[in-house]
């Protein structure tokens, strides 16, 4: 049963356009979605995070937006640099200090 | 900064072997965190645990056990290795939830093992 869904495995980009990465979650516990970035044989890093009480929040080039009425949240990078190119995981947790439960990833290609 | 240390970046194990994955971290971190990352199946918990001594399974803890004798140590143990097992495993360490905190985790570096 897969609570984070991210149904795009792969996106590519022209440098300097937006990326929009997607995420679809079925547990109406979740509160807290996070965004993690992970570069091959390294391990994921934050990137950024919502809490449910807000609907976007911003931090330089990445913003990401929640929808919890259609259970979905975003990720916008722009403007979209090579050095993005990497796999992206959404993840969620419920406000009782649960665990994070990660999506599939999406492997995002930043064309120069 | 946070650092995660796993012991073993590459390991080769043969079918059968006892396995021990070793992470630390130097943050005073109460929870501890392992996860496999598999293609097409993205981060999937295995164990975790929220204090000392303490341990709780994850969505997919069969095959393996863990040890926490010390607050900055979470050991993932595979008792007898097998094909399936073939991964790249990553240890990861948290606050608590609450208190302004979003429990964001700080993962290593990955151990990457190969089951003959």
């Known amino acids: 049963d897969q609570q984070v869904k991210q149904n795009s495995p792969s996106l590519s980009v022209q440098e300097g356009r937006i990326s929009i990465l997607n995420c679809d979650y079925t547990?109406?516990?979740?509160?807290?979605f996070l965004w993690y970035k992970k570069y091959p044989a390294e391990g994921p890093t934050f990137l950024i995070s919502?809490?449910?009480?807000?609907d976007k929040n911003e931090d330089g080039r990445f913003t990401v937006f929640l929808n919890k009425s259609a259970k979905h949240l975003s990720l916008h990078i722009v403007p979209s640099q090579p050095g993005d190119s990497a796999v992206y995981f959404c993840?969620?947790?419920?406000?009782?200090?649960?665990?994070?439960?990660f999506g599939t990833g999406t492997r995002l290609a930043v064309r120069p | 900064d946070v650092k995660v240390t796993q012991s073993s970046r590459y390991l080769v194990k043969r079918t059968g072997e006892k396995v021990f994955l070793e992470c630390v971290q130097d943050?005073?971190?109460?929870?501890m965190f392992w996860y496999r990352q598999d293609p097409g199946l993205g981060l999937r918990l295995i164990y975790f645990?929220?204090?000392?001594?303490?341990?709780e399974k994850g969505d997919i803890p069969e095959g393996y056990s863990v040890s926490r004798e010390k607050k900055e140590r979470f050991s993932l143990i595979l008792e007898s290795a097998s094909t399936n097992q073939t991964s790249m495993y990553l240890c990861?360490?948290?606050?608590?939830?609450?208190?302004?905190?979003?429990?964001?985790?700080?993962f290593g570096e990955g151990s990457r093992l190969t089951v003959l």
């Open positions: 990861a360490s948290s606050l608590p939830l609450g208190g302004g905190n979003t429990g964001e985790l700080f």
């Open positions: 547990n109406s516990m979740f509160d807290y």
């Open positions: 919502i809490s449910s009480i807000k």
């Open positions: 993840a969620a947790s419920r406000s009782s200090g649960d665990k994070l439960t």
């Open positions: 943050m005073d971190h109460e929870n």
């Open positions: 645990s929220y204090d000392v001594k303490m341990k």
